[in-house]
């Protein structure tokens, strides 16, 4: 485990500290531009395993990425990132296309972009991994859900975007897009699907004993993801407004033969971020409206709930304090849980979790982190990664030290 973690996280920090001029960003002839990041980090919970086998603690927490973006004209872009990242069982360090795009933007009002792009879901999906843009190392797991990253992060397809500027009225960004989701099958996300499928088989209606008690073969696969987003900034006030949409549908299959879908009818995401002098206030509210089938029978039909308030202090320029509140529940009019009792991945369908973290940026490149978290509930695939017993009430700590060039 030592010697993993040396060749694959520590070896980059201390090439950094040894070699800063030659892995700090790349600006050739102002054409291309290299950038990138990597991190280290500990994981560690008690009462539940949190996303790995955290309950010992884990080191098994990292990640590195590098981007390049090419200016080939005063209106033409192409970038694309690599990332590489470890989170208990998942990832294993193995490179991943993050996202690749053409960008062709000619005036600011409007532009296009083609390829694997970052969805614009809430106002910090695009820049989840970006460690030195946010106050804490986990941004709040109710609306940017870790084990639902590789679902989320980006789509295939194509999208216009654009911003609207008035000296008296403020800037207004959009973004309206179209694509298709190309699903990992080594990811928390697929993995549990499987897990929770089985699951909501004990629920569905069955009176002719139809149904199979065990599937052990699954395909999942997204026909298509639409949505938008809005961003008002305020000309005066440090205020930024957010509204964000997305609706798609998605496919299951068994041994070659459909047996459900899932559609998200509206995924909404309101924002609010404020910053008064050193103190900066961040609020998001989530809805997401869908409904599941199994062999021709409803398994799971309502909107999700969502949302958090963060305030981040900053007494000095270097240190930031931050205190969370993020609440989730897998059903808006079944908080608890009361008409879902069959399903043992229902048992604790909500989360309440506070948390404190602090952050110290030791230089322009370097930043150290630490957060605490006490939670209640077992929302948000907890069951998975707990598949024996789910405590009501536990806790999880992460430290994580960061790089970007």
Do not use: C
């Amino acid at each position: 485990m030592i010697r993993r973690i040396i060749h694959i996280s520590f070896l980059p920090l201390v090439l950094a500290i040894v070699f800063p001029a030659s892995i700090y960003a790349f600006d050739l002839h102002q054409k291309v531009q290299i950038h990138g990041f990597l991190s280290l980090g500990y994981l560690s919970s008690s009462g539940n395993d949190f996303l790995a086998d955290s309950k010992g603690g884990t080191f098994d927490f990292n990640e590195i990425g590098i981007n390049v973006n090419s200016q080939l004209s005063h209106s033409f872009r192409i970038g694309a990132q690599i990332i590489s990242r470890d989170l208990g069982d998942y990832g294993d360090n193995k490179p991943r296309l993050d996202w690749a795009l053409i960008d062709y933007h000619a005036h600011d009002a409007i532009g296009t972009r083609l390829g694997k792009i970052k969805i614009p879901m809430g106002f910090y999906n695009t820049e989840r991994d970006s460690d030195f843009l946010r106050p804490m190392i986990f941004l709040p797991q109710s609306i940017y859900d870790e084990t639902r990253r590789d679902l989320w992060l980006s789509h295939t397809g194509g999208e216009a975007y654009g911003n609207l500027s008035s000296e008296n009225l403020g800037d207004l960004d959009y973004q309206i897009f179209y694509g298709r989701i190309d699903y990992e099958k080594d990811t928390v996300y697929y993995d549990s699907s499987l897990q929770n499928i089985q699951n909501r088989l004990r629920t569905v209606s069955d009176p002719n004993n139809l149904l199979p008690d065990y599937i052990s073969d699954f395909e999942r696969d997204n026909k298509y993801l639409y949505g938008g987003a809005l961003v008002y900034s305020h000309p005066t006030l440090n205020l930024k407004l957010g509204l964000s949409f997305a609706s798609g549908k998605d496919e299951m299959e068994s041994n070659g033969t459909k047996i459900g879908e899932l559609k998200i009818r509206s995924k909404m995401v309101y924002s609010l971020e404020y910053t008064w002098q050193n103190l900066t206030l961040r609020s998001e509210y989530s809805e997401n409206d869908r409904t599941q089938s199994l062999y021709g029978s409803t398994a799971l039909d309502g909107p999700s709930q969502a949302w958090y308030v963060m305030l981040s202090y900053s007494p000095t320029d270097p240190l930031s304090v931050s205190l969370l509140y993020d609440e989730y529940y897998r059903l808006k009019h079944d908080k608890y849980g009361e008409e879902s009792t069959k399903n043992p991945i229902d048992s604790q369908p909500w989360r309440k979790d506070w948390g404190l973290g602090l952050r110290y940026d030791l230089t322009d490149n370097w930043t150290i982190k630490a957060e605490y978290h006490l939670v209640e509930g077992g929302a948000l695939l907890m069951s998975y990664f707990n598949p024996d017993s789910l405590k009501t009430h536990w806790q999880y700590g992460a430290v994580k030290i960061s790089f970007t060039f």
